[in-house]
């Protein structure tokens, strides 16, 4: 009689478990779960790549000097009167910092994505309550650099040249049931200097070049 309940119960446990998944199954499939799911993966995959990004960067940074990328000839007064793009020494820092980027974001190819179970109902009270729900995924990131200068006046007679390096991510995320993709773009400041007197004509905009 007690091995009869015990299959009973063991029965019982097995449809109630059928009846979860299928439910579990069924609401991941719903529109709006969809949208939840993929959004927070984007926004936990921007997070992750941003801050790894910025940790790469202020290091990178600490190592080179304007003078690194812009060779300057002044005059008798001080003024700048030409300036000159050292490829060569930024195709190699470009070159460098992709590879940073795509080492430092490697570490995080996989993680686990949790949420709140409350927050998949829509509702604004019963978001971010209730137990976790944790998902597995996957971080594929392309980083893309792009070298610009900006000019900006700081004083009379005076301009700031800025070197900054501008970067773009493709961030694909790939999670259960679901497939999404995202952007991250940031811009770093990786020299400057004060010029003295008029921009000279020959000075090199790095967007041009």
Known sequence: MRRKRVQILRFRLMVAGILILVCVLCFACSDNTGFLIQKAACDTAKTVVNREINKRMKELVC???YSDFVSTVYDNDGNVKSAELNSTEVNKFVAQVN???ADAVSGY???TLKIRIGTFTG???MSGKGPYVNLKYSLVCTPATELKDSFVSVGINQTKHSVYLHITTKISVLIPWYDTYTELENSFVIAET???G???ETYLNLENS
Do not use: H, K, M, Q
């Open 99 to 101: 590879l940073e980027i």
């Open 194 to 196: 004060i010029i003295v």
């Open 109 to 111: 190819d996989t993680g």
């Open 123 to 125: 509702n604004e009270y």
């Open 198 to 200: 008029d921009v000279p």
């Open 63 to 65: 190592e080179v000097e």
